[in-house]
């Protein structure tokens, strides 16, 4: 499997992530089978955020109720790890979602990784340019917008 993220949207993350160096960051990712085309960030709501995160509940239930009026498709989560690499760990493997994507970045470096039964495994992140992300996320055709710069948590 490969996925591709346009290059503005992974330097958003990877930004929101270095401005964050003592605490875990997270948010959510949208788009289709094969891409993520939008993130969005979420509170990490974890007590302990230097080590572990949690993406905030409320806006979980959110992006659901958004989907079910014809928003954007949650396809998964990114989150950080401040002080190591961007392996996933056994904590992350536990958590993962059947079928749901799961990007962590640390520091510039990145994986990503797709939820399955055993936990996760790796996939594919091609990073393409902006004006090359053209694809279908719903009925009609669309052509993602690029990313705003992330605001503060």
């Given at each position: 499997m490969?996925?591709?993220?346009?290059?503005?949207?992974l330097d958003a993350i990877?930004?929101?992530?270095?401005?964050?160096?003592?605490?875990?960051?997270?948010?959510?990712l949208f788009g289709a089978p094969g891409l993520i085309a939008q993130a969005a960030p979420a509170a990490n709501v974890h007590p302990d955020p230097a080590r572990?995160?949690?993406?905030?509940?409320?806006?979980?239930?959110?992006v659901h109720?958004?989907?079910?009026?014809?928003?954007?498709?949650?396809?998964?989560?990114?989150h950080s790890h401040p002080s190591?690499?961007?392996?996933?760990?056994?904590?992350d493997a536990e958590a993962a979602e059947e079928g749901?994507?799961?990007?962590?970045?640390a520091r510039e470096a990145y994986r990503l990784y797709r939820g399955e039964s055993g936990g996760l495994a790796p996939v594919q992140l091609e990073i393409v340019p902006d004006d090359?992300?053209?694809v279908p996320l719903r009925k009609q055709?669309?052509?993602?917008?690029?990313t705003r710069p992330f605001a503060k948590d």
């Amino acid at each position: 499997m490969r996925v591709r993220i346009s290059r503005s949207l992974l330097d958003a993350i990877l930004a929101r992530a270095g401005a964050s160096p003592d605490r875990e960051i997270c948010g959510l990712l949208f788009g289709a089978p094969g891409l993520i085309a939008q993130a969005a960030p979420a509170a990490n709501v974890h007590p302990d955020p230097a080590r572990h995160f949690e993406v905030d509940p409320a806006a979980l239930i959110a992006v659901h109720k958004a989907a079910r009026a014809g928003g954007p498709h949650l396809i998964g989560h990114y989150h950080s790890h401040p002080s190591g690499s961007p392996t996933a760990s056994a904590e992350d493997a536990e958590a993962a979602e059947e079928g749901q994507l799961c990007l962590i970045v640390a520091r510039e470096a990145y994986r990503l990784y797709r939820g399955e039964s055993g936990g996760l495994a790796p996939v594919q992140l091609e990073i393409v340019p902006d004006d090359d992300l053209h694809v279908p996320l719903r009925k009609q055709e669309h052509r993602v917008a690029p990313t705003r710069p992330f605001a503060k948590d």
